[in-house]
């Protein structure tokens, strides 16, 4: 909602995030259950993941900014996408990459329809995430 506001992503609150999966990998130690999901193969798989991601959703936002003039994807959204990677359990990312595409072009077409010059991709990513990750275990 902050995002929405104000166009802008708070790094303290990703730096929250960060710090909150560190700790369920410490927790995989003392739940084996768990680190199939969370555990350090799981986050270098997610690591991984998060960088070739970050870097494709960098070059198409700097590709986009080129040919619109304006600023596409800024760095808050590639911050916050490469955090919600590292959550994201590596067989869910190609899920994750298109429901986050769909939303974005539902979006990107309301954004037209409501004549707004930017659109906040930050709300697409995290409902991108819930619905993704979160929903499954409902």
């Known amino acids: 909602?902050?995002?929405?506001?104000t166009r802008l992503i708070s790094?303290?609150?990703?730096?929250?995030?960060?710090?909150?999966?560190i700790q369920l990998l410490l927790l995989c130690s003392y739940a084996p259950c768990l680190s199939e999901w969370f555990g350090l193969h799981a986050l270098a798989c997610s690591?991984?993941?998060?960088?070739?991601?970050?870097?494709?959703?960098m070059g198409m936002g700097f590709a986009v900014s080129t040919f619109t003039h304006q600023e596409a994807l800024?760095?808050?959204?590639?911050?916050?996408?490469a955090v919600l990677l590292l959550w994201c359990p590596a067989q869910y990312v190609?899920?994750?990459?298109?429901v986050i595409a769909v939303i974005g072009v539902i979006g990107a077409l309301a954004m037209k329809l409501r004549c707004q010059?930017?659109?906040?991709?930050?709300?697409v990513l995290v409902s991108g995430?819930?619905?993704?990750?979160?929903?499954p275990f409902v």
């Open 1 to 5: 909602f902050y995002d929405v506001k």
């Open 11 to 21: 790094t303290k609150a990703l730096g929250v995030l960060l710090l909150c999966r």
């Open 47 to 57: 690591l991984v993941q998060a960088v070739v991601v970050c870097i494709a959703f």
């Open 74 to 81: 800024g760095f808050g959204d590639i911050k916050l996408l």
């Open 94 to 98: 190609l899920l994750f990459l298109s």
């Open 117 to 123: 010059k930017t659109f906040a991709y930050a709300p």
């Open 129 to 135: 995430f819930i619905f993704t990750v979160i929903l």
